[in-house]
């Protein structure tokens, strides 16, 4: 192969990984979006429960063997996986769910941004990786940011520590996810990439069982419709199996840090979804919360020379 060749095939592979990974976070803005329209028709732990066991019986037949040729050290990481698997599958997506309940697929959306500044946090203790000048700095200016979309822009709301409960409940979901990813830098794991969903996916369900069970004795299920099923489709097939695959594509390609980049554009989905589909409309402390993220996170993630 030509070096003219060469670069023509890895020029072609990035612009594959650009598109794959503005899909990704496209799917991933939709989530919110899904979850809310799910509001009445499915509840929350059962949308949660149902994504996952359907997302775990596709990758099932792909990944099986790689699992079973692992399974010794597997079973001897026993108690990492089930903590990684709690905190992503069983934690993270629940909570989403439950959040947009009470609140609006935007908001979830911004708080979903603010993932870099508590993941920063917990990598002091847990990783012994204390933050940069500029790490610090964009904190202190993206966390009001938070606190403005928390406290609905009033600030006798923060005052008087009064926040939406949908709110708090997405806060403690992105708490979760942050603790997953610190943890899963931290640990020394057997596998990686597909068979380690499949594993992570297949033990969430399992620890959510108890939950929907518990849900579906006061809530009852839900009816299998058009609808119901069309959302189903969207989260298991783009927001979870597709998705990750692009996600996976993107890393490779560009580097983790450029990739976590795009997550950025989230909101910018979600909102573009939110308001035609759910009547949602953007407020200034929308705006103005979202400003003082993204400076945040702009100047948190500039490189030092």
Request: with cysteine; glycine share 8%.
């Amino acid at each position: 192969m030509s070096t003219e060749t060469t670069g023509t095939f890895f020029r072609q592979k990035k612009t594959v990984a650009i598109i794959g990974l503005v899909l990704t976070v496209m799917f991933w803005g939709g989530n919110s979006v899904a979850g809310r329209l799910s509001v009445g028709d499915i509840p929350p732990i059962a949308f949660s429960f149902w994504r996952w066991l359907l997302a775990f019986l596709i990758l099932l037949p792909f990944t099986w063997k790689r699992v079973l040729q692992k399974r010794t050290a597997i079973a001897q990481s026993w108690k990492e996986i089930l903590a990684l698997s709690i905190l992503s599958i069983s934690c993270f997506n629940t909570l989403l769910y439950l959040s947009v309940q009470s609140t609006q697929a935007v908001n979830v959306a911004l708080l979903q941004v603010s993932l870099p500044i508590f993941t920063m946090i917990i990598a002091v203790p847990l990783l012994k990786q204390l933050p940069t000048r500029f790490q610090i700095i964009g904190m202190a200016i993206a966390a009001p940011g938070v606190l403005v979309i928390l406290s609905k822009g009033q600030w006798q709301n923060i005052i008087g520590m009064n926040f939406g409960q949908g709110d708090l409940i997405m806060l403690t979901a992105v708490i979760c996810w942050a603790f997953y990813t610190v943890l899963l830098k931290r640990f020394t794991l057997p596998v990686s990439g597909a068979p380690l969903l499949t594993i992570c996916v297949g033990t969430g369900v399992f620890c959510l069982l108890p939950f929907y069970l518990w849900e579906l004795s006061v809530k009852g299920g839900f009816e299998v419709t058009t609808g119901t099923s069309f959302l189903l489709a969207y989260v298991v097939i783009f927001a979870s199996l597709v998705a990750y695959i692009f996600w996976n594509l993107g890393v490779q390609v560009l580097g983790a840090s450029n990739a976590a980049l795009f997550n950025f554009l989230i909101p910018v989905f979600s909102a573009s979804f939110a308001i035609p589909l759910l009547g949602e409309s953007l407020k200034q402390y929308h705006l103005w919360g979202a400003l003082l993220i993204f400076a945040g996170l702009v100047i948190t993630t500039r490189k030092t020379t």
